[in-house]
């Protein structure tokens, strides 16, 4: 069963227990647009001890707000109570809550076209923020006054940026202009929420339309103050994002997005990564991706073993692609890139020769162990490159004739037959 079918099955259970339930949010949106939703999320006026009854495999992972996760033939769907929010007194969530009706759930959610409910089983939409409207003239629009919403959860300035340019929509006057005045409260938001949001927008549909936003705005500014600041820089960003979206990895998203601030100063890519801290190891593959992108440009230039080692990296394919786009718009010659390509057709599995020898190899000849092994087997990998090397018997020679004379190892007689 689809988890379409499946959320149906839970909102037929619920009214059959004679409780309003439907499905909502941003699943609701997205079947209205014939887009495939995410998730599905579903509402209902049970409470959460009663959704616990109905359904025996279920956790509170909210209980302050009433959020009930219901495991339901093998899938994960969180079915919250209708609910009335407090006051917000730290820009993001209500100090409390209080159940209530259909009516004030989605008087409190945040923008027209997510706060719209649907009945599955009945086949039915509800709409009582005139969310339909403003899905029919694409406009993204808060529900009630914008600075009240904002002034609830900071991090929902970006969000009307996101929408916007993920669905292709016009922001209203009235959000826009709030949108400009609050932007600096963007700051008070969480890194990791602001890391979260952004990546979605580098991930939706128009990327470049939703940095032209955030710096109209002026979020971009508060949000990353060195970066883009050069007109010429902001510019080739516009055309990197344009040309390769939309995007499927978000490590190469970011690595277009961050390609131009690189070349300009590489310390401002870094001080991104650890301002909205991303993980080790997505802030130590776009460094590598953006390294590299600069090295292509002297790809003529290296031996045939340095060319190899730069070819066969796992990331060569976002490497390139980088670089061409580079030359693209800066219209310079492309002779590395298409080197590069002819490269990789010529060598193909010549890039990854099999080891010949090994550390326990050196250890038989009498090398001690220490730094010295790693510079030995390196050496004898770059002569494989270069064709110099083709079998155990070739590397044991090269090694006793080069290194163990020049390092003046003492070493055992050697046996000739292990040759």
């Known amino acids: 069963m689809d988890d379409l079918t499946l959320a149906t099955e839970i909102v037929s259970r619920l009214q059959q227990?004679?409780?309003?339930?439907?499905?909502?949010?941003?699943?609701?949106?997205?079947?209205l647009l014939q887009r495939k939703p995410k998730d599905y999320d579903i509402v209902t006026s049970a409470r959460p001890e009663e959704i616990k009854k109905i359904f025996h495999v279920a956790v509170e992972v909210g209980m302050k707000f009433g959020i009930v996760c219901v495991k339901f033939k093998g899938q994960i769907f969180e079915v919250a109570t209708f609910r009335k929010d407090g006051d917000y007194i730290d820009g993001r969530r209500p100090e409390n809550i209080e159940f209530s009706d259909e009516i004030q759930d989605a008087k409190r959610r945040d923008f027209t076209i997510n706060g719209l409910f649907f009945?599955?089983?009945?086949?039915?939409?509800?709409?009582?923020?005139?969310?339909?409207?403003d899905l029919q003239r694409k406009i993204v629009r808060t529900i009630g006054d914008p600075y009240e919403r904002f002034g609830?959860?900071?991090?929902?300035?970006?969000?009307?940026?996101?929408?916007a340019t993920q669905l292709d929509f016009a922001l209203c006057d009235t959000t826009w202009d709030a949108v400009d005045t609050m932007s600096k409260s963007i700051e008070t938001v969480a890194k990791e929420r602001v890391r979260e949001e952004f990546v979605k927008m580098l991930m939706g549909q128009d990327p470049e339309?939703?940095?032209?936003?955030?710096?109209?705005?002026?979020?971009?500014?508060?949000?990353?103050?060195?970066?883009?600041k050069d007109g010429?820089?902001?510019?080739?960003?516009?055309?990197?994002?344009?040309?390769?979206?939309?995007?499927?990895?978000?490590?190469?998203?970011?690595?277009?997005?961050?390609?131009?601030?690189?070349?300009?100063?590489?310390?401002?890519?870094?001080?991104?990564?650890?301002?909205?801290?991303?993980?080790?190891?997505?802030h130590n593959q776009v460094m590598a991706i953006l390294e590299n992108g600069e090295r292509c440009f002297h790809l003529l230039d290296l031996n045939v073993a340095s060319l190899k080692r730069f070819l066969r990296q796992s990331n060569i394919a976002d490497v390139l692609n980088l670089h061409c786009a580079d030359c693209d718009i800066?219209?310079?010659?492309?002779?590395?890139?298409?080197f590069a390509q002819q490269s990789l057709q010529k060598f193909g599995d010549k890039l990854f020769p099999a080891k010949v020898i090994n550390g326990y190899d050196l250890k038989e000849m009498g090398v001690p162990p220490g730094p010295l092994y790693k510079k030995i087997l390196y050496d004898v990998e770059d002569q494989q490159l270069l064709g110099n090397i083709n079998s155990y018997e070739?590397?044991?020679?090269?090694?006793?004739?080069?290194?163990?004379?020049?390092?003046?190892?003492?070493i055992e007689k050697f046996e000739e037959e292990k040759i």
């Open 17 to 31: 227990k004679q409780f309003i339930a439907y499905l909502c949010g941003g699943c609701v949106r997205d079947q």
């Open 119 to 133: 009945d599955p089983v009945a086949e039915k939409v509800i709409d009582h923020i005139d969310g339909q409207k």
């Open 152 to 163: 609830e959860d900071h991090l929902r300035l970006m969000r009307a940026i996101r929408f």
């Open 209 to 228: 339309r939703a940095i032209v936003l955030l710096k109209e705005s002026g979020m971009l500014n508060v949000l990353f103050p060195h970066l883009l």
């Open 232 to 282: 010429v820089v902001f510019d080739k960003t516009r055309q990197m994002l344009r040309k390769f979206r939309p995007f499927t990895d978000e490590t190469f998203a970011l690595c277009s997005f961050l390609f131009f601030s690189f070349k300009e100063d590489n310390q401002q890519v870094v001080q991104f990564c650890e301002k909205l801290r991303f993980a080790n190891k997505t």
């Open 330 to 338: 800066n219209e310079l010659s492309k002779k590395n890139y298409e």
């Open 394 to 410: 070739q590397a044991i020679h090269y090694v006793r004739d080069k290194w163990l004379q020049r390092e003046r190892i003492e």
